[in-house]
């Protein structure tokens, strides 16, 4: 089977121009220039904040620092170490001092190979070249996968960028290989069908470093008969597999294993900060809902959604669409979901907002805007706003007394993004798009 039958094909590729074609906004020249100006900004003042003792106070102990950590203990033989959270946490205790919480490290063996690079430059230095890297990156796949839906794309997820670049975090960097699978699929590079080159193959293996969230690409590529993608994807991930187990030694596996059953553990126990999630786990778990009932949701709802995902593969949807709807659901498989991790939400958008601009009313799109912002990290930043606000949001996404936020606004946007899908396409059928 393959997402390129003539009678459905895609007339323009991504990012093209189509005359005519609606949009859901579009900001003018000086605004945009101020959003990238602003974003800029971001950036060097989180550069600073690892600048030590810049202002007159000690930097702050963020994401990025974890990272940084680990790649220091590779490079004194201690990467073991950094998977035992009973030596873990004391070590992170010492910089950023007790009873300020602690962040697990679970990520797989060749990401302590990345990280043993950052940790190669200052600290500050580091953080700049990781962040505006995955920011550049970022925005130049996104631009080409949106084209004229660009801003809007941007907008609906600028919470999700703007935590992000304070933190440190990857969610800029694993939103750009996501969207480069999309645009390297789009384009036929990775048709794997016989004639395509499976290049879309290398983003999907890098995906390896959080493969809970490229589960729904993977199942696209496997329903589409992407055979050179596929082993391209496992070639790219056995690859760094085997250049981790030769830094590290076979050992390491043994660690990570046991890192990430520990991690369930605190999971389970609520030990994570929930309201930040996206998961339909977390919005359970929030709400007062006992672990294995939030785990039963959990897997039932991504059973669904790699179903649809299934499903419309098979009915032969439009590629642009279909990979929309892959990349919707694989952010709905794992209850581990940041709100860092929803600037992939961006590359979603992109390929689906030309049905969202055609069919959403005005109503319509103020939801979407709503749900977006809600999911990629609307709490974080209301829970430091003083007042009223603050109170609300705690009400609504701290205390379990209700659903989080975030978990309300990911559905929300897959519901409303999946609904405008399946108008486009049934229009598209019927000659009317």
């Given at each position: ?17 189509v ?17 990238m ?38 490079w004194q ?13 004391p ?14 490290w ?32 970022f ?5 080409r ?83 050179k993608?596929?082993?391209v ?41 929930l ?107 209301g829970?430091?706003v ?6 609300l ?9 209700f ?27 019927a000659?009317?798009?």
């Amino acid at each position: 089977m393959q997402d390129s039958s003539p009678a459905l094909a895609e007339t323009a590729l991504p990012g093209a121009r189509v005359p005519g074609e609606p949009v859901l906004f579009r900001l003018s020249a000086m605004s945009r220039a101020v959003l990238m100006a602003m974003l800029f900004a971001m950036l060097l003042f989180a550069t600073a904040q690892h600048m030590g003792g810049l202002f007159g106070k000690d930097p702050l102990f963020l994401d990025f620092n974890v990272f940084y950590m680990v790649g220091e203990y590779v490079w004194q033989g201690r990467v073991a170490e950094t998977y035992d959270f009973g030596l873990f946490a004391p070590a992170q205790d010492a910089v950023n001092g007790p009873d300020q919480g602690f962040m697990p490290w679970t990520y797989p063996a060749q990401m302590d190979l990345f990280v043993a690079l950052l940790a190669l430059l200052p600290r500050w230095l580091a953080y700049f070249a990781f962040a505006a890297g995955s920011l550049a990156g970022f925005l130049w796949v996104l631009k080409r996968l949106a084209g004229v839906h660009f801003d809007a794309a941007l907008v609906l997820v600028l919470p999700a960028l703007m935590v992000t670049l304070l933190t440190g975090q990857n969610g800029m960097m694993t939103a750009a290989l996501v969207g480069s699978y999309a645009l390297l699929a789009l384009r036929g590079t990775g048709s794997g069908s016989g004639t395509g080159s499976g290049s879309a193959g290398v983003p999907l293996g890098l995906m390896a470093i959080k493969p809970h969230l490229a589960v729904g690409l993977a199942l696209h590529a496997l329903m589409t008969r992407r055979w050179k993608v596929l082993a391209v994807s496992v070639a790219v991930t056995l690859a760094a597999v085997a250049a981790a187990t030769l830094a590290f030694g076979p050992g390491i596996w043994a660690v990570v294993a046991q890192s990430a059953r520990d991690s369930g553990a605190y999971l389970a126990e609520g030990r994570y900060p929930l309201f930040r999630m996206s998961s339909v786990y977390a919005g359970l778990r929030n709400s007062g809902a006992s672990a294995d009932l939030a785990f039963a949701a959990q897997a039932s709802v991504a059973t669904l959604a790699l179903g649809l995902v299934a499903a419309l593969a098979l009915r032969r949807w439009q590629p642009r669409r279909l990979l929309g709807v892959a990349l919707l659901s694989s952010y709905a498989v794992s209850p581990y979901n940041y709100d860092y991790d929803l600037c992939a939400l961006g590359m979603a958008l992109a390929l689906l907002l030309p049905d969202a601009a055609r069919f959403a009313g005005g109503t319509g799109k103020i939801a979407l805007a709503v749900c977006c912002w809600s999911a990629c990290g609307l709490a974080v930043f209301g829970a430091s706003v003083p007042g009223r606000f603050d109170s609300l949001m705690a009400a609504l996404s701290m205390r379990g007394e209700f659903p989080s936020i975030a978990t309300l606004g990911y559905l929300g946007a897959f519901g409303l993004l999946l609904c405008y899908a399946v108008k486009g396409e049934r229009a598209a059928r019927a000659g009317t798009y």
